[in-house]
Protein backbone atom coordinates (compact mmCIF):
# COMPACT_ATOMS: atom_id res chain seq x y z
CA UNK A 1 0.00 0.00 0.00
CA UNK A 2 1.19 3.23 -1.16
CA UNK A 3 2.39 5.07 2.07
CA UNK A 4 0.12 8.38 1.12
CA UNK A 5 -2.86 6.32 0.84
CA UNK A 6 -1.86 5.08 4.48
CA UNK A 7 -1.65 8.32 5.59
CA UNK A 8 -4.98 9.62 4.39
CA UNK A 9 -6.38 6.61 5.41
CA UNK A 10 -5.10 7.49 9.12
CA UNK A 11 -5.67 10.79 8.62
CA UNK A 12 -9.60 10.35 8.02
CA UNK A 13 -9.65 7.64 10.79
CA UNK A 14 -8.59 10.70 12.96
CA UNK A 15 -10.69 13.22 11.66
CA UNK A 16 -13.88 11.52 11.27
CA UNK A 17 -13.14 10.00 15.13
CA UNK A 18 -12.28 13.00 16.29
CA UNK A 19 -15.77 14.91 15.29
CA UNK A 20 -18.05 12.31 16.15
CA UNK A 21 -16.09 11.93 19.64
CA UNK A 22 -16.45 15.80 19.76
CA UNK A 23 -20.32 15.47 18.81
CA UNK A 24 -20.93 13.40 21.62
CA UNK A 25 -19.00 15.24 24.45
CA UNK A 26 -21.23 18.23 23.32
CA UNK A 27 -24.49 16.35 23.26
CA UNK A 28 -23.86 15.32 27.06
CA UNK A 29 -23.02 18.68 28.41
CA UNK A 30 -25.84 20.26 26.31
CA UNK A 31 -28.48 17.61 27.06
CA UNK A 32 -26.82 17.36 31.02
CA UNK A 33 -26.75 21.37 31.07
CA UNK A 34 -30.40 21.28 30.04
CA UNK A 35 -31.33 18.81 32.87
CA UNK A 36 -29.51 20.79 35.16
CA UNK A 37 -31.00 24.17 34.43
CA UNK A 38 -35.07 22.43 34.58
CA UNK A 39 -33.97 20.89 37.82
CA UNK A 40 -32.60 23.58 39.48
CA UNK A 41 -33.63 27.03 37.75
CA UNK A 42 -37.03 25.56 36.72
CA UNK A 43 -36.47 25.84 33.03
CA UNK A 44 -33.80 24.95 30.17
CA UNK A 45 -32.46 26.31 27.18
CA UNK A 46 -34.49 26.92 24.68
CA UNK A 47 -32.17 26.25 21.65
CA UNK A 48 -31.02 22.84 23.26
CA UNK A 49 -33.07 20.26 22.63
CA UNK A 50 -33.06 20.85 19.07
CA UNK A 51 -29.54 21.52 19.03
CA UNK A 52 -28.77 17.90 20.74
CA UNK A 53 -30.76 16.55 17.46
CA UNK A 54 -28.52 18.27 14.82
CA UNK A 55 -25.10 17.61 17.14
CA UNK A 56 -26.02 13.82 17.20
CA UNK A 57 -26.75 14.01 12.84
CA UNK A 58 -23.51 15.51 12.33
CA UNK A 59 -22.26 13.07 14.99
CA UNK A 60 -23.85 9.99 13.09
CA UNK A 61 -22.35 10.80 9.65
CA UNK A 62 -19.10 11.25 10.75
CA UNK A 63 -19.39 7.84 13.22
CA UNK A 64 -20.42 6.21 9.52
CA UNK A 65 -17.62 7.07 7.86
CA UNK A 66 -15.61 6.18 11.23
CA UNK A 67 -16.60 2.96 11.40
CA UNK A 68 -16.69 2.74 7.50
CA UNK A 69 -12.76 3.12 7.40
CA UNK A 70 -11.98 0.36 9.92
CA UNK A 71 -14.24 -1.93 8.46
CA UNK A 72 -16.29 -1.97 11.50
CA UNK A 73 -19.66 -1.79 10.45
CA UNK A 74 -22.52 -4.33 9.20
CA UNK A 75 -20.96 -6.69 6.91
CA UNK A 76 -22.28 -9.93 4.66
CA UNK A 77 -20.30 -12.48 6.76
CA UNK A 78 -22.01 -15.19 5.89
CA UNK A 79 -21.58 -14.78 1.86
CA UNK A 80 -18.20 -13.80 2.51
CA UNK A 81 -17.66 -17.42 3.74
CA UNK A 82 -19.46 -18.97 1.68
CA UNK A 83 -17.10 -17.71 -1.10
CA UNK A 84 -13.90 -19.38 -2.64
CA UNK A 85 -11.11 -17.48 -0.88
CA UNK A 86 -9.66 -15.77 -3.94
CA UNK A 87 -13.68 -13.83 -4.58
CA UNK A 88 -13.55 -12.55 -0.46
CA UNK A 89 -11.63 -9.49 -1.59
CA UNK A 90 -13.77 -9.14 -4.54
CA UNK A 91 -16.81 -8.95 -2.74
CA UNK A 92 -15.10 -6.75 -0.56
CA UNK A 93 -14.53 -4.09 -3.28
CA UNK A 94 -17.83 -4.57 -4.14
CA UNK A 95 -19.41 -3.65 -1.59
CA UNK A 96 -16.94 -0.43 -1.79
CA UNK A 97 -18.38 0.41 -4.78
CA UNK A 98 -21.75 0.16 -3.38
CA UNK A 99 -21.65 2.37 -0.27
CA UNK A 100 -19.45 4.89 -3.23
CA UNK A 101 -22.76 5.12 -5.02
CA UNK A 102 -24.95 5.11 -1.83
CA UNK A 103 -22.90 8.01 -0.43
CA UNK A 104 -23.31 9.64 -3.65
CA UNK A 105 -27.02 9.11 -3.76
CA UNK A 106 -26.97 10.80 -0.20
CA UNK A 107 -25.38 13.67 -1.21
CA UNK A 108 -27.81 14.42 -4.23
CA UNK A 109 -30.84 13.68 -2.24
CA UNK A 110 -29.11 16.07 0.50
CA UNK A 111 -28.23 18.83 -2.41
CA UNK A 112 -32.29 18.41 -3.81
CA UNK A 113 -33.54 18.74 -0.03
CA UNK A 114 -31.59 21.80 0.68
CA UNK A 115 -32.58 23.41 -2.37
CA UNK A 116 -36.20 22.39 -1.54
CA UNK A 117 -36.14 23.61 2.12
CA UNK A 118 -32.86 25.17 3.34
CA UNK A 119 -34.24 28.72 2.76
CA UNK A 120 -36.32 28.18 6.11
CA UNK A 121 -34.89 28.99 9.94
CA UNK A 122 -35.01 26.73 12.65
CA UNK A 123 -37.46 28.25 15.30
CA UNK A 124 -35.57 27.68 18.13
CA UNK A 125 -31.75 28.38 17.18
CA UNK A 126 -32.42 31.07 14.85
CA UNK A 127 -29.62 29.57 12.59
CA UNK A 128 -30.45 29.09 9.01
CA UNK A 129 -31.41 25.28 8.45
CA UNK A 130 -29.31 24.57 6.01
CA UNK A 131 -26.34 24.23 8.26
CA UNK A 132 -28.07 21.22 9.93
CA UNK A 133 -29.38 20.08 6.48
CA UNK A 134 -25.97 19.91 5.22
CA UNK A 135 -25.02 17.31 7.58
CA UNK A 136 -26.26 14.56 5.08
CA UNK A 137 -24.22 16.82 1.89
CA UNK A 138 -21.38 15.96 4.78
CA UNK A 139 -21.46 12.37 5.36
CA UNK A 140 -22.47 11.47 1.38
CA UNK A 141 -19.05 13.43 0.95
CA UNK A 142 -17.40 11.25 3.58
CA UNK A 143 -18.48 7.88 3.40
CA UNK A 144 -18.28 8.51 -0.64
CA UNK A 145 -14.44 9.21 -0.13
CA UNK A 146 -14.01 6.78 2.69
CA UNK A 147 -15.39 4.12 0.27
CA UNK A 148 -12.94 4.92 -2.40
CA UNK A 149 -10.00 5.00 0.25
CA UNK A 150 -11.31 1.53 1.21
CA UNK A 151 -11.57 0.02 -2.41
CA UNK A 152 -7.65 1.45 -3.38
CA UNK A 153 -6.45 -0.09 -0.30
CA UNK A 154 -8.42 -3.55 -0.95
CA UNK A 155 -7.11 -3.50 -4.71
CA UNK A 156 -3.28 -2.00 -3.37
CA UNK A 157 -2.78 -4.59 -0.92
CA UNK A 158 -3.36 -6.93 -3.11
CA UNK A 159 -1.02 -6.21 -5.64
CA UNK A 160 1.50 -5.64 -2.63
CA UNK A 161 1.11 -9.29 -1.82
CA UNK A 162 1.16 -10.51 -5.12
CA UNK A 163 4.73 -8.54 -5.69
CA UNK A 164 6.14 -9.73 -2.81
CA UNK A 165 5.24 -13.71 -3.14
Known amino acids: MSPLLARIHRGLILFNGSLAGLAMVLIFLL ?7 RYTFGGS ?3 GEDTAIYLMIYGLMFGMSWAYLQDRHIDFDLIRRLLPPRWVR ?7 LMVLVIGI ?3 VSAVEFIAARGGRTSS ?3 MPMWL ?3 SMLIGGGLLSFSAMVMG ?3 LTKHAD ?3 TS
Open 45 to 47: ITW
Open 124 to 126: STG
Open 31 to 37: VAGNAFA
Open 152 to 154: ARR
Open 105 to 107: GLM
Open 132 to 134: FQA
Open 90 to 96: WQAVAVD
Open 161 to 163: EEA
